[in-house]
């Protein structure tokens, strides 16, 4: 029988198929892409995601970079920021990006990843600065890793061994009168607490004193990503806890963003607000404040642009996008006008010299002075009042068929 050798015949049921043809061994091509980024092959997520940012910010067609160019970027972070993705890549090469091994599922299924731990979850916290911005953060992480002095068996040979009483199966079966029946139950062993093997302590492994497992401290170097917020996660392979058999899982840091004092952010838009006097309403105004990144930005507002609690806006001076950091969001700055407390009568007359107020009136009649008061107050204002209840038409009695019944005479 003869057999194409472009095709791949592993016994598992799939023939030669249209667009099934890889490159094997020397002649796979798998170093294009990281040189796009200009990482190692060996490179973190971190280090290729860092890389993409730094040249997707030099590169973006908006800065006068080759679109193309920005696309062949985009492609090789695409690819190498996901693990199965970069599996393919790494096996087979120009060929997984050319689509010419997707069609053979038995290459998919070869290039899986192995079963692993659970993946941890934790949340790191931070300030709105470092998501504007972006940051290199180290961290320690502690956990768990197989002892490296038993490998992992808890102790020496011979450690860990059946249990001779439910014959490793962590159950025993007990006879129960139930009536005038008898019958079998299933119940936990008592010797070896359900499971199904029992511990010779003179043969204990002494670092990990039996855990299998011992503690350890690893450190890793994240990067915040510019425009991150709050739900958005940052992924540490191989960080979780180890297992015998298994593959270290992710720690995943879930990013929770502490409250700043001066901007509130919504999505990729800030608001702040800004003070201004009566005299700067009407006058108009130049007033600066400090950015996120540490810059000095100046507003300015006309004679009588602005009322009281007034909303203007900075378009592009809001949070980065994510994953597109050429790209902003707004910034809202809302006006609080800061009346004056009191006035002398010179700045009265002045006052009313310009906008034409009469002098006040008093007519002969009584007249009441306002007072100030907590708006809080309103419907409150009586100490000790109760309400009476409302009487609505359900707290009559009605029949079956929902209708309300006459009283008889």
């Given at each position: 029988?003869f057999?194409?050798?472009?095709?791949?015949?592993?016994?598992?049921?799939?023939?030669?198929?249209?667009?099934?043809?890889?490159?094997?061994?020397?002649d796979?091509?798998?170093?294009?892409?990281?040189?796009?980024?200009?990482?190692?092959?060996?490179?973190?997520?971190?280090?290729?995601?860092?890389?993409?940012?730094?040249?997707?910010?030099?590169m973006?067609?908006?800065?006068?970079?080759?679109?193309?160019?920005?696309?062949?970027?985009?492609?090789?972070?695409?690819?190498?920021?996901d693990?199965?993705?970069r599996?393919?890549?790494?096996?087979?090469?120009?060929?997984?990006?050319n689509?010419?091994?997707a069609?053979?599922?038995?290459i998919?299924?070869?290039a899986?990843?192995?079963?692993?731990?659970?993946?941890?979850?934790?949340?790191?916290?931070?300030?709105?600065?470092?998501?504007?911005?972006?940051?290199?953060?180290?961290?320690?992480?502690?956990?768990?890793?197989?002892?490296?002095?038993?490998?992992g068996?808890?102790?020496?040979?011979?450690?860990?061994?059946?249990?001779?009483?439910?014959?490793?199966?962590?159950v025993?079966?007990?006879?129960?009168?139930?009536?005038?029946?008898?019958?079998?139950?299933?119940?936990?062993?008592?010797?070896?607490h359900?499971?199904g093997?029992?511990f010779?302590?003179?043969?204990?492994c002494?670092?990990?004193?039996?855990e299998?497992?011992?503690?350890?401290?690893k450190?890793?170097?994240i990067?915040l990503?510019?425009?991150?917020g709050?739900?958005s996660?940052?992924?540490?392979?191989?960080?979780?806890d180890?297992?015998?058999?298994?593959?270290?899982?992710?720690?995943?840091l879930?990013?929770?963003?502490?409250?700043?004092?001066?901007?509130?952010?919504?999505g990729?838009?800030?608001?702040?607000?800004?003070?201004?006097?009566?005299g700067?309403?009407?006058c108009?105004?130049?007033?600066?404040?400090?950015?996120?990144?540490?810059?000095?930005?100046?507003?300015?507002c006309?004679?009588?642009?602005?009322r009281?609690?007034?909303?203007?806006?900075?378009?592009?001076?809001?949070?980065?996008?994510?994953?597109?950091?050429?790209?902003?969001?707004?910034?809202?700055?809302?006006?609080?006008?800061?009346?004056?407390?009191?006035?002398?009568?010179?700045?009265?007359?002045?006052?009313?010299?310009?906008?034409n107020?009469?002098?006040p009136?008093?007519?002969?009649?009584d007249?009441?002075?306002?007072?100030?008061?907590?708006?809080?107050?309103?419907?409150?204002?009586?100490?000790?009042?109760?309400?009476?209840?409302e009487?609505?038409?359900e707290?009559?009695?009605q029949?079956?068929?929902?209708?309300?019944?006459?009283p008889?005479?």
């Amino acid at each position: 029988m003869f057999f194409h050798p472009f095709f791949d015949f592993d016994g598992s049921g799939y023939g030669p198929q249209a667009g099934s043809y890889y490159q094997r061994g020397e002649d796979v091509n798998n170093s294009r892409l990281y040189e796009v980024l200009g990482v190692p092959r060996n490179a973190t997520d971190a280090q290729i995601r860092k890389a993409y940012l730094v040249k997707a910010k030099q590169m973006h067609p908006d800065k006068g970079g080759n679109p193309v160019e920005f696309q062949s970027l985009s492609t090789a972070y695409d690819i190498l920021s996901d693990a199965e993705k970069r599996a393919m890549y790494d096996q087979y090469g120009e060929s997984y990006i050319n689509g010419t091994v997707a069609a053979d599922p038995s290459i998919v299924r070869r290039a899986r990843v192995p079963k692993k731990t659970k993946d941890i979850r934790k949340k790191i916290v931070c300030s709105l600065e470092d998501l504007y911005n972006g940051k290199n953060v180290k961290m320690r992480i502690t956990h768990k890793v197989v002892c490296k002095q038993c490998k992992g068996d808890g102790g020496k040979p011979g450690y860990m061994y059946p249990c001779q009483y439910c014959n490793g199966k962590g159950v025993t079966y007990v006879e129960v009168n139930d009536f005038l029946f008898q019958r079998q139950m299933k119940v936990e062993c008592q010797y070896c607490h359900g499971r199904g093997v029992k511990f010779n302590q003179a043969l204990q492994c002494p670092v990990c004193r039996g855990e299998r497992l011992v503690q350890e401290y690893k450190n890793a170097d994240i990067y915040l990503e510019r425009g991150m917020g709050t739900g958005s996660v940052i992924r540490i392979h191989e960080a979780a806890d180890e297992a015998p058999g298994l593959a270290s899982g992710d720690v995943l840091l879930v990013v929770q963003e502490r409250d700043h004092n001066v901007f509130e952010r919504n999505g990729p838009d800030l608001r702040m607000h800004m003070t201004i006097t009566v005299g700067e309403m009407l006058c108009g105004f130049v007033k600066s404040f400090q950015h996120l990144d540490g810059r000095t930005v100046f507003v300015r507002c006309g004679p009588c642009e602005v009322r009281p609690n007034a909303v203007k806006i900075l378009r592009g001076e809001g949070m980065p996008l994510e994953g597109d950091i050429m790209k902003r969001g707004s910034l809202f700055i809302v006006f609080d006008v800061e009346y004056p407390r009191n006035l002398t009568n010179e700045q009265l007359q002045a006052l009313r010299s310009v906008f034409n107020v009469p002098l006040p009136v008093v007519p002969e009649t009584d007249v009441a002075d306002l007072k100030p008061v907590n708006p809080e107050e309103y419907g409150k204002s009586v100490p000790g009042y109760v309400p009476k209840k409302e009487v609505y038409e359900e707290d009559e009695p009605q029949n079956d068929m929902g209708y309300t019944e006459c009283p008889f005479q």
